[in-house]
């Protein structure tokens, strides 16, 4: 994918498809990671007439980082599944719980935005909207599973040289492949949860209404038919882009995202890009930018950021405009989404693995 930049095994922006077989790695470390855009019934001008209200719901709504859960635990009924599917996610279930609405770090958001609409799409007319975007995972629940499960398909083939390890994989015919599979389908469920209850918790505190919305895995796996064969299709930082399908691309705290609609190009594997990108490590970040540079960037493109770490800077990502532009054979851009209040995990809580990770 054009936001393609190093990961694990597979690129983080890489799609591979498997015979009967699925790799933990290829799936990533948060399993499920994914994004959710909530479009509300708040007159649009609420975004710089109403920052402090809006800013406060972040805030109280909300929380981020490595371990963080609510005291009180909210409910979704993800929680009444049946956890026991494999020892890891039922040993993993508690913890699930009380982690469920909450963000990771690195980055991992929730955000207002201006959203745009050039012509009619998604069941709104032309326009401008107030939307809600979140980008997170599965929390400490699909870390613990992607860790158990990628050990033991590396373990399950110590024939691997060192370089390809991380792309170990299990056979679906086996107990430890369908366990993984059940394991990674059940973080899919609670990734889903956990961003609705997200969306939930800021919609009562603003008293608001969700006219639409739009949301897409890009960290799991799904079986397809591509060629009129089925195969086992990872998408690892990667939008779904079939034929018609929306999703949702962000940019960075600075750029804008944007709702496309797939083209569902077969060399692509019917996938796009899960983002901007980046073009420097975490830790080149941290040394290249200062958070004056940063405060002037964001003064000067009007948005409020509550709280970010460096490693986020928006100089760190690609141009979007450029990846959006690489990829028009695989999506069509149908809505643009400015951010305007930005919420992160706070600077010192940023992941020690890949992105789209988070305990």
């Not at 809505?335 to 988070?358: H, K, L, Q, W, Y």
């Amino acid at each position: 994918m054009p936001d393609a930049h190093v990961g694990y095994g597979l690129p983080i922006g890489g799609v591979l498809a498997t015979d009967n077989a699925v790799i933990p790695y290829a799936v990533g470390v948060d399993i499920a990671c994914r994004m959710k855009l909530s479009v509300l019934d708040l007159p649009s001008k609420a975004l710089r007439s109403q920052v402090d209200r809006l800013s406060n719901a972040l805030k109280v709504e909300t929380s981020f980082g490595m371990g963080a859960r609510w005291g009180k635990r909210r409910d979704h009924e993800v929680m009444d599944m049946d956890w026991s599917v494999t020892p890891i996610t039922r040993q993993v279930r508690d913890k699930a719980w009380s982690q469920l609405g909450t963000s990771g770090s690195g980055n991992h958001f929730v955000e207002f935005g201006r959203l745009t609409l050039e012509a009619p799409q998604i069941g709104l007319e032309t326009g401008e909207y107030v939307a809600l975007l979140s980008h997170s995972g599965s929390r400490g629940a699909g870390h613990a599973v992607a860790s158990h499960y990628s050990t033991l398909a590396m373990d399950t083939h110590p024939e691997l040289p060192r370089q390809l390890r991380h792309l170990a994989w299990l056979d679906l015919d086996t107990d430890a492949g369908r366990e993984y599979w059940r394991a990674m389908e059940l973080m899919g469920a609670y990734a889903a949860a956990n961003h609705a209850v997200i969306h939930d918790g800021i919609v009562r505190h603003l008293g608001a209404r969700v006219l639409t919305g739009v949301e897409n895995h890009h960290n799991f796996a799904w079986k397809e038919t591509h060629g009129k064969r089925e195969v086992i299709v990872h998408r690892k930082g990667a939008t779904p882009a079939g034929a018609g399908v929306f999703g949702v691309i962000p940019g960075s705290m600075a750029a804008p995202g944007f709702i496309v609609r797939g083209k569902g190009l077969p060399a692509a594997l019917k996938s796009g890009s899960h983002g901007a990108g980046r073009v420097m490590s975490r830790s080149a970040a941290r040394t290249a930018f200062r958070w004056s540079h940063v405060r002037t960037l964001l003064a000067e493109r009007e948005i409020t950021l509550l709280s970010a770490g460096l490693d986020e800077a928006p100089m760190a990502y690609k141009d979007i405009h450029e990846v959006m532009a690489q990829q028009a054979d695989l999506v069509e851009i149908i809505a643009r989404f400015d951010p305007t209040i930005v919420r992160m995990a706070p600077e010192g809580n940023g992941p020690r693995t890949e992105p789209c990770s988070s305990s």
